[in-house]
């Protein structure tokens, strides 16, 4: 039996009164339907008074074929049945990564999707109109920098000098310069080479370059090929994946966005508990093996959650480490990212 489990937590000064898990998800109130609003609502929007409404349209679904997203776009029966009792529909549209999907974002090509902890703060810096709705329990372990077997490096501090693969804007971007500042080296001390995973792969298994900042599945998949960690994230970041909407589509499909949302969270929960079934499919879809999914699957956990203070912190942390070394051209407020208590009370 899959088990929904609903956002709770009040993110205090950005959201106002609105609970995300009333706004979200809905909430059960006295002698109403569920996350029903009541003529008794202090403050509640107009726009929340209104009963729901059918949404014409198509919403557009960006996703990686190596996690819950593809996991919904393969079992997205109830997904279709759900836009369809609201007139709309899903379309998917593949991304290797999280910047791309952004910038597919900031050209109105995508409405909804699913990135990591830094490719927002990039696309912010960019002007990409965004907001972010929720995020994934944190997983540290799931990305590291490893090196080759039979790799000399034993620490950080070796990579002075070395070649080091990189996906650019990327969670593992973010994880280097953390990596690199504990051992009290720069980006400067090492040679970069900018590269998407599968050309990364391509020259870490070649010798092209000594060592390879990746994510999980593929850090999974190197580990079981016989590279080593050399650093994971444990300690040093949190390796969040963020649910990112379309600023427009979020503030003028509310009830869409509510729809795909309740999706991912009863797709996340099936996930946790199945999680052989999981990495099967997303093995046949990725071609990568199926050991390396059910690796990367156990050392994570499932749900959505809410976006709360100390997570936003955590951002505008990141945001404000990218401007300091000048690697985003502008300051970034994160708070600016996310929506009005107004805006959240139409969500319902």
Request: hydrophobic content about 45%; overall charge negative; charged content about 25%.
């Amino acid at each position: 039996m899959i088990r929904h489990t609903p956002f709770t937590t009040i993110r205090s000064g950005l959201l106002g009164c609105a609970a995300l898990a009333c706004v979200l998800f809905g909430c059960d109130r006295p002698g109403g339907e569920p996350g029903a609003a009541t003529a008794g609502d202090a403050g509640a929007p107009a726009q929340a008074q209104k009963p729901d409404r059918r949404e014409a349209g198509v919403v557009r679904l960006g996703y990686q074929k190596i996690g819950t997203p593809y996991l919904l776009k393969d079992r997205a029966d109830n997904l279709k049945k759900a836009l369809e009792a609201r007139g709309a529909s899903a379309e998917w549209i593949e991304f290797h990564a999280g910047p791309p999907l952004l910038e597919a974002m900031r050209a109105g090509a995508v409405d909804i999707g699913h990135v990591g902890e830094t490719p927002p703060v990039f696309a912010q810096a960019g002007g990409v109109p965004f907001v972010y709705v929720a995020t994934d329990p944190p997983a540290p372990k799931a990305e590291a920098i490893i090196v080759p077997k039979g790799s000399p490096l034993t620490s950080v501090a070796g990579l002075k000098g070395k070649r080091v693969a990189v996906n650019r804007g990327s969670n593992v971007h973010y994880l280097l310069i953390r990596a690199l500042e504990g051992a009290r080296l720069t980006l400067d001390d090492i040679q970069v080479s900018f590269l998407a995973p599968a050309d990364a792969r391509s020259a870490f298994e070649s010798g092209k370059v000594d060592a390879w900042v990746i994510w999980d599945p593929f850090l999974a998949a190197a580990e079981l090929a016989g590279a080593r960690v050399l650093q994971s994230g444990e300690g040093l970041v949190d390796n969040h994946l963020f649910y990112v909407v379309r600023r427009e589509f979020a503030e003028e499909q509310p009830e869409l966005l509510r729809t795909v949302l309740e999706e991912y969270q009863t797709l996340s929960q099936w996930e946790r508990e199945h999680t052989e079934e999981a990495s099967q499919i997303l093995a046949r879809s990725s071609g990568v093996a199926y050991e390396a999914f059910l690796t990367s699957e156990r050392r994570r956990s499932f749900g959505l959650l809410p976006i709360t203070p100390e997570i936003l912190k955590k951002q505008q942390d990141i945001a404000d480490t990218l401007h300091r070394l000048a690697i985003i051209p502008r300051d970034v407020r994160v708070e600016d990212a996310f929506l009005s208590a107004a805006v959240y009370g139409g969500v319902r």
